[in-house]
């Protein structure tokens, strides 16, 4: 006996794309609507199971809603000689208007009582001229923010936070040095009086250090956007 046809309706209806580069995660959504007024068991299985992860893989759909199923594959080695021959399948059937355990209810399905649909995968990579137009478009709304007096005026700014920033390593290195060589005169019998002016200095430094690494972060930032100018 033949096998009813799927009242499911799949987005898409054939194939599932997935858009490389391959290195990370990629993920698909297949979109499972239920236009009846029953409601629907469904599965979602796959020849690759290794290769996805699919969340939810099963489940019920309320009459007349939908949901949406994310299809995960894992990162891999692409070969664009190589044809995928990937697949999945959408399998569903009526919910029993009693039903109190679903997997019981796929145990018992009869044959005739299920419903299902295939997909076929396809991996497709970015084209070089995508690529391009990603990187050109940052570059060009930068530059029409920023004038050529602006662009100078930062350009002064990043030369002379690097001045500042040299200034400070040299005075922190010499506080350093001054240090080292009070601890080498400090006797015991002065060693309350060490300690308080270690205290002072260690926290002298540390305002420094920190003044240091606020500069630093403000020249690395300053010097992005001028990166991106220059590009």
Same mark, same amino acid.
């Given at each position: 006996?033949?096998?009813p046809?799927?009242?499911?309706v799949?987005?898409?209806?054939?194939e599932?794309?997935?858009?490389?580069?391959?290195t990370?995660?990629?993920?698909?959504?297949?979109?499972?609507t239920n236009?009846?007024?029953?409601?629907v068991c469904?599965?979602?299985?796959?020849?690759?199971?290794?290769?996805?992860?699919?969340?939810?893989?099963?489940?019920?759909i309320?009459?007349?809603?939908f949901?949406? $199923?994310?299809? =995960? #594959?894992? @990162?891999? &080695?692409?070969?664009?000689? *190589?044809?995928?021959?990937?697949?999945?399948? $959408?399998?569903? =059937? #009526?919910? @029993?208007? &009693?039903?109190?355990d679903? *997997?019981g209810?796929?145990?018992?399905?009869?044959?005739?009582?299920?419903m299902?649909?295939k997909?076929?995968?396809a991996? *497709?990579?970015?084209?070089?001229n995508?690529?391009?137009?990603?990187?050109?478009?940052l570059p060009?709304?930068?530059?029409?923010?920023?004038?050529?007096?602006?662009?100078?005026?930062?350009?002064?700014?990043?030369?002379?936070?690097?001045?500042?920033?040299?200034r400070?390593r040299?005075?922190?290195?010499q506080i350093?040095?001054?240090?080292?060589l009070?601890?080498?005169?400090?006797?015991?019998a002065?060693?309350?009086?060490?300690?308080?002016t270690m205290?002072?200095?260690?926290?002298?430094d540390?305002?420094?250090?920190?003044?240091?690494?606020?500069?630093?972060?403000?020249?690395?930032?300053?010097?992005?956007?001028?990166g991106?100018?220059?590009?």
């Open positions: 006996m033949a096998r046809e799927q009242v499911l799949l987005e898409p209806q054939h599932l794309k997935f858009r490389g580069p391959f990370d995660v990629v993920t698909a959504t297949l979109k499972l236009p009846t007024d029953r409601n469904f599965k979602v299985k796959t020849t690759a199971p290794r290769r996805y992860c699919v969340r939810p893989n099963s489940g019920i309320d009459a007349g809603t949901i949406s $199923v994310s299809v =995960m #594959l894992q @990162p891999f &080695d692409y070969d664009p000689n *190589e044809k995928s021959k990937h697949k999945f399948m $959408v399998q569903s =059937m #009526l919910a @029993p208007y &009693d039903m109190t679903m *997997e209810v796929w145990k018992e399905a009869k044959p005739e009582e299920l299902d649909s997909l076929r995968c991996f *497709e990579m970015p084209l070089e995508d690529k391009t137009t990603e990187h050109s478009v060009k709304s930068a530059s029409a923010s920023l004038d050529d007096g602006e662009v100078k005026k930062i350009m002064e700014e990043c030369k002379r936070l690097q001045v500042e920033v040299h400070l040299e005075e922190n290195k350093r040095e001054d240090d080292g009070r601890k080498r005169k400090v006797t015991s002065a060693a309350p009086h060490a300690s308080n205290a002072t200095t260690a926290m002298r540390e305002g420094l250090s920190t003044r240091v690494l606020a500069l630093c972060l403000l020249f690395f930032v300053i010097g992005a956007i001028i991106k100018l220059v590009l």
